[in-house]
């Protein structure tokens, strides 16, 4: 009875602390849902030009992450701060811009095509990637870097335009002379003069990093040979308006230390050399300057993806590159190592192999370890350097500080993968069909496009063909104001691009125009709007990789229709203008969504637009007066709410911008279509480790085999594609080439076959190995140095070897026979012992049979004594036989001591046959 009363009370309790612990685990379940958007809810980018402060500043957790590289010393302190991770990754290039226009007033050396060429062979690059980045850093001398897929397929190709361009002062020299002679230049008591004045080079530094050094080098080199050399150091802010918009004829510089970051790993860059070399989107000097006809053309044809096989597409490459290499507007000088550093509180953090936080995907996987939610603080190595625009082309946003921030903003439809480079969906779900480089797809007759004359969508009509057809199926999702993402927002994208790329048009900017939407123009045929989600783009593309025919069909938009509008009416205005070079022509403000004279030029325009519920030409038809009226009003109160204009559609939204802090403050966008792990595997890639085992000593004529692994996080890793070269040091040639062999999980070979090592002379080599994974297409390079040896040499080695061999087998002889010897040495002792022992007791033996033999020879005595009377002719025949049995006894006992000796011997030869 009494355990009855007790147990209740006891179940209550019990029941009790379970529900309290129940409500405890729901509570904290709840906490940790993973929600919509990103994983924190804040991010503030603030500007830290001073690396070495932002170290300290992480360190003490105030900043997070800082998007700029450490120094060598800086990374190695990071390194030994245990709060303080590090990512790295390549992440971009240091090269020199050359002025190559003719000046209005003065001489420009550099407007002679040898004279740029020659810089190829007058700096050391070795030199600036060693010792000025202290080993952060591998010279880059072709038009694609070593460490890019582009790169790695024409390996081969490329060693051979670096041998080429080595560093060669002598050349360099002889090359400039004989040219600046030619054009009437000259050099008199060590000084080169034109017209009677000596020829002044400008060269514009930037002072916020090593290129301030590199500037520096360049200077003293230019001055050694004869030139008058100005040094303007410039921070971005003065450099960037001079260099990109300013007169290239005015005369104002002739050399800039230049930079690029890279964003993201492209698995194929077609566009890279006609922008870098064509494309007025890459600086104002290209809307003046006209590079060959050939180097034009190739451009352009790679742009937009001419070629027909990916063979054909390596031609170009290779042809490109001794192209670009001889115009030497851009001279390439290093590819960039970077270590970038983060608190080790910030975790997940998914980077590029070619961009390590420069990707899109870096914030949006990023989170602490408590959970979702937080701030994190970003360190921007500068803010504000241009103005925040939406335009087609990326006409704003233009310099890397600006467009990191504005990655975390908007959404793509589609964008590379940051390990491969080829392209995945981020909105824009797609499935292509193509017919092939030589091949045609119909277009529905159906169909539409935009037409600029008519100011109208028009059917393509019948007998219209493409050579691809990609189907996107959309998340559509909200705008940050709120308003439904739609298909007028996709209709509004292509036809301002069309607008802006069209001379007839009242926005028509050539200086928006870069090699994608170029190619986007030139391509597009149609598109067709197949359901509510779901649209089929035509084009006259093909590619080898299907993922990039999507990339190029990409039609969805990151900019709502009514914002585009509003854009577009203050550039017919001219009172703002889309791109930075046609502002500095106008004489305009470069339109900015965010800050400065923009806004309430803006705000001017959205009060007439909103009064009279515009609705684009281009949406005519797509769009109701209530929709309309709903958008305009969306912006007009997130303008008063926010005080700027930039409305996205990316996972966080643009808070405030406060110019005066340099900061820009960015929020988590909670009605984002997708959860914040949508991402989560991109945050490890599978970057193969490459090790090669010692090297072989070559023999001409025997095949020699050289072996590596593969791994990843320390297990065997097969999904790699490896070639190798053999490589004369001495001369950069290429001697032999081909692709590495499995031998077994994780392990691989290259095996040269006898006819190839014979084409080896005694000598030194390298071999070179380029390891691309399926995974990770950032090339893995490695290398190792081997011996040849002439036949002669390796036989004097093998006997050298077998001598050897030989010597330590005889010693171990040698070692063993003194053992035997010592063994036989106790085992004779022994049997001397034991000989010794029997011998006593033969003798004793022998004794008794003579006692016993005398004894009867007494008895036969006696008897014959006794019938000696008797048998008296008998007693001389006994006598006889006495002294017969007396020799007999001697005889036996000389063969037992015979035996004895015998057995002896026996032993002792029996032991040493042993």
């Known amino acids: 009875m009494r355990m009855k009363k007790i147990r209740l009370p006891v179940i209550c309790l019990v029941l009790s602390i379970l529900l309290i612990l129940s409500a405890v685990s729901v509570s904290s379940v709840l906490a940790q849902e993973i929600p919509n958007g990103p994983y924190l809810d804040e991010v503030i980018y603030a500007e830290e030009p001073d690396s070495s402060k932002a170290l300290k500043r992480i360190e003490a957790n105030e900043l997070q992450l800082y998007l700029w590289y450490l120094t060598p010393e800086e990374a190695k302190t990071a390194e030994e701060t245990p709060n303080i991770d590090l990512i790295r990754s390549a992440c971009g290039i240091y090269n020199l811009q050359v002025n190559p226009v003719q000046f209005k007033e003065g001489f420009n050396p550099f407007a002679i095509k040898e004279v740029r060429e020659a810089l190829n062979w007058l700096l050391d690059r070795g030199f600036i990637a060693d010792e000025l980045m202290k080993g952060a850093a591998v010279p880059h001398v072709t038009l694609f870097h070593p460490l890019t897929p582009d790169y790695a397929r024409v390996a081969d190709y ?16 002889e090359v400039i002379f004989d040219a600046l002679g030619k054009a009437g230049a000259e050099y008199i008591n060590g000084k080169w003069y034109y017209g009677g004045e000596p020829i002044t080079i400008t060269v514009v530094i930037r002072t916020e990093d090593v290129r301030r050094q590199i500037g520096d080098y360049v200077a003293d080199v230019l001055e050694s040979l004869g030139f008058e050399v100005k040094r303007e150091y410039s921070p971005a802010r003065k450099a960037i308006p001079l260099v990109y918009g300013g007169d ?3 005369g104002q510089w002739n050399i800039y230390t230049e930079g690029w970051a890279f964003l993201s790993i492209a698995a194929y860059d077609d566009t890279y050399p006609e922008f870098m070399f064509v494309s007025p989107g890459s600086g104002a000097i290209l809307s003046v300057y006209k590079p060959s006809p050939l180097l034009v053309d190739l451009a352009s044809r790679l742009s937009t993806a001419k070629y027909k096989s990916l063979e054909e597409r390596n031609e170009w490459i290779k042809k490109l590159t001794d192209l670009t290499i001889q115009d030497s507007l851009r001279v390439w000088l290093v590819a960039q190592l970077c270590a970038f550093p983060y608190h080790s509180d910030l975790t997940d953090i998914a980077y590029d192999l070619n961009g390590g936080p420069y990707s899109l995907f870096t914030l949006r996987t990023a989170r602490y370890a408590t959970g979702p939610g937080g701030t994190a603080t970003i360190g921007n190595k500068i803010m504000f350097t241009s103005a925040w625009n939406t335009a087609p082309g990326e006409a704003g946003f233009t310099w890397l500080y600006a467009a990191l921030i504005r990655y975390q903003l908007i959404d793509p439809g589609v964008w590379p993968h940051p390990h491969t480079g080829r392209y995945i969906p981020v909105r824009a779900e797609f499935d292509v069909e193509t017919a092939g480089p030589d091949g045609s797809l119909a277009v529905p007759a159906d169909a539409m ?25 959309y998340t559509w999702g909200k705008w940050h104001h709120g308003q439904p993402v739609n298909i007028a927002d996709i209709l509004s994208g292509i036809a301002v691009t069309f607008e802006t790329l069209s001379p007839e048009s009242e926005i028509y900017d050539p200086n928006v125009e870069n090699p994608t939407i170029r190619t986007f123009v030139d391509t597009f045929k149609g598109i067709k709007i197949v359901d509510d989600n779901t649209v089929e783009v035509y084009i006259d593309y093909w590619h080898p990789d299907d993922t990039f025919i999507a990339a190029q069909a990409d039609v969805w938009e990151d900019t709502p229709w009514e914002l585009e509008a509003l854009m577009d009416d203050a550039y017919k205005s001219r009172e703002l203008a889309l791109s930075e070079t046609t502002a500095e022509d106008l004489g305009i403000e470069w339109l900015d969504l965010t800050k400065g004279p923009s806004l309430d030029i803006l705000a001017k325009h959205l009060d007439t637009l909103a009064a009279e519920n515009y609705i684009p030409p281009y949406l005519e038809g797509y769009v109701t007066s209530d929709e309309a009226a709903a958008r305009w009003n969306a912006l007009k109160a997130w303008y008063q709410e926010k005080g700027h204009f930039f409305v996205s559609n990316g996972p966080f939204y643009l808070d405030k911008v406060n110019v005066e802090a340099k900061q820009a403050i960015l929020k988590a966008f909670r009605e984002y279509p997708f959860k914040a792990d949508k991402w989560d595997f991109l945050v490890v890639p599978k970057i193969p480790e490459i090790t090669l085992a010692p090297a072989p000593t070559v023999t001409p004529g025997l095949e020699a085999t050289f072996e590596f692994t593969s791994t990843v996080a320390g297990e065997p890793y097969d999904k790699i594609h490896a070639t190798y070269m053999i490589i004369d040091p001495a001369t950069g040639e290429i001697l032999l080439e081909g ?6 999980a994780g392990k691989f070979a290259v095996q040269l076959a006898a006819e190839q090592t014979a084409r080896l002379l005694p000598g030194s080599y390298e071999l070179l190995l380029i390891v691309v994974g399926e995974e990770a297409a950032l090339p893995r390079l490695a290398s190792t140095a081997f011996t040849v040896i002439p036949a002669v040499a390796a036989l004097e080695e093998q006997i050298t070897h077998i001598r050897e061999k030989v010597a330590e087998e005889i010693a171990g002889v040698n070692e063993r026979i003194a053992g035997m010897r010592d063994e036989i040495a106790k085992s004779v002792a022994s049997l001397e012992k034991r000989v010794i022992e029997n011998s006593g007791v033969l003798q004793e033996s022998v004794s008794k049979i003579q006692e016993t033999l005398k004894g009867d020879i007494d008895k036969l005595s006696t008897r014959v004594s006794d019938v000696e009377g008797a048998l008296s002719e008998d007693i001389t025949s006994i006598k006889d036989d006495i002294a017969a049995l007396n020799n007999a006894i001697n005889i036996l006992t000389a063969l037992v001591a015979i035996t004895l000796i015998l057995s002896i011997i026996a032993i002792v030869v029996t032991i040493k046959k042993r």
Do not use: H, L
Not at 164 to 173: E, H, I, L
Not at 739 to 744: F, I, M, P, Q
């Open 158 to 173: 490329m060693k051979i335009v670096e041998a080429k361009y080595s560093y060669n002062p002598d050349k360099a020299r």
């Open 248 to 250: 290239p004829t005015a």
């Open 449 to 473: 496009i935009w037409d600029v004359a008519s100011q109208k969508w028009v059917e393509v009509g019948e007998g219209v063909m493409a050579k691809s057809k990609v189907t996107f199926k």
């Open 739 to 744: 692709t590495a062999t499995k031998v077994e």
